[in-house]
């Protein structure tokens, strides 16, 4: 597949073929997320008691589900059939998802959310402006 081609597909046409990317709360960027049952070096770290994968977080809770299990195989089968093409509509993806993330950022710098006014009844009865009068 051309590159031209991948750039006239859909977003939503690239995650149907490779997955979607995940927004990982403590990356600065978007992730995508793969089975961690077919992790290498985990499967050999996990037996290994206090290696950093002997409790590792993607083999338990939400991880167990059936439709997240299902989504973390679709993105390892197309990484591993096809590669090459595989890179260049993962190229694709991130950029378009990345260009929207920082252009969300820029707009909420420029029109931060308001904040809610502090009436002057909340102020007085703030547990923490008595401790700061409080000069025993
Ligand atoms: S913590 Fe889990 S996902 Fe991370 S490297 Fe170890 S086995 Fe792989």
Redesign the pocket.
Known sequence: MSQLAIKRQTTKDIEAQIGTLSRPSKMPCHGYSLP?TE?K???I??KIENS??SD????KNRYLFNNVQKALHKRLDALLSDTFTWQHLITELINRKEKKRLLQMARQRRHPKPRAPVSHQQHSFCPSSYNILDTH
């Not at 590792?56 to 083999?59: D, K, P, T």
């Open positions: 961690a992790c070096r985990g499967s770290l996990r950093v994968c590792c977080y993607a083999l």
